[in-house]
């Protein structure tokens, strides 16, 4: 049974920092690409950031230099790393692992950024 599982949320000032972690459940976790999505309120679901099996990264122009993503494939874990965050950073982040077509996610963590 595939399972993506998140943690890390939660309620930050602005400025603050957060790290989302996830545990993918997949076999040859290390061949995915896997990163981080979300959807704030009103907004459709987009990429944040992702890193691919070779570890090459690319992230959303709006966090560039603010967020860190990274995986550790002994463990089959990504990561984000989120540095001073802003109200519109709140959203609900989801944990994606994609490999030739084949998309599956976590069920999503709430981060929410206070002015």
């Known amino acids: 049974q595939v399972q993506l599982v998140e943690s890390g949320g939660g309620l930050v000032q602005a400025g603050g920092s957060l790290k989302l972690s996830c545990v993918v459940s997949?076999?040859?976790?290390?061949?995915?690409?896997v990163g981080w999505y979300r959807q704030g309120p009103g907004k459709q679901r987009e990429l944040v950031a992702a890193?691919?099996?070779?570890?090459?990264?690319n992230y959303a122009d709006s966090v560039k230099g603010r967020f860190t993503v990274s995986r550790d494939n002994g463990k089959n874990t990504v990561a984000l790393q989120m540095n001073s965050l802003k109200p519109e950073d709140t959203a609900v982040y989801y944990c994606n692992a994609e490999l030739a077509g084949a998309n599956y996610w976590g069920q999503g963590t709430q981060v929410t950024v206070s002015s």
């Open positions: 997949l076999r040859r976790f290390s061949m995915y690409r």
């Open positions: 890193i691919t099996s070779g570890g090459s990264t």
